[in-house]
Nanobody, 125 residues
Framework: QVQLVESGGGLVQAGGSLRLSCAASGRTFTSYVMGWFRQAPGKEREIVSYITWSGGRTYYADSVKGRFTISRDNAKNTVYLQMNSLKPEDTAVYYC??????????????????WGQGTQVTVSS
């Protein structure tokens, strides 16, 4: 079992910044990829970014490329999402998730085995 706890969400004005953290505990050595997803009201959950635990390979959705940066601290079992130049359309609940196999697409939510409880990010215009 892996437990994920997100923190760092909040209310920010457009153009501002937030840093989300996702602390993992439990069987973290089984992790393959850590991802950040978001879900806005009435919309499907979508991939924002992911990073591999071993190779540091990263991915960003086009909508956040150049504004968001994912990073990890393996010693702390923590993944971060630095979000700059925030826009109102970034408003959503943000979730971190743990994909424990190499099979399947990293962009698909149902390929992830463990999820955090989510943290709300609200960007005002």
């Amino acid at each position: 079992q892996v437990q994920l706890v997100e923190s760092g969400g909040g209310l920010v004005q457009a153009g501002g910044s937030l840093r989300l953290s996702c602390a993992a505990s439990g069987r973290t050595f089984t992790s393959y990829v850590m991802g950040w997803f978001r879900q806005a009201p009435g919309k499907e959950r979508e991939i924002v970014s992911y990073i591999t635990w071993s190779g540091g390979r990263t991915y960003y959705a086009d909508s956040v490329k150049g504004r968001f940066t994912i990073s990890r601290d393996n010693a702390k079992n923590t993944v971060y999402l630095q979000m700059n130049s925030l826009k109102p359309e970034d408003t959503a609940v943000y979730y971190c998730a743990d994909k424990i196999t190499a099979r399947g697409a990293e962009s698909r939510p149902n390929e992830y085995a463990y999820w955090g409880q989510g943290t709300q990010v609200t960007v005002s215009s």
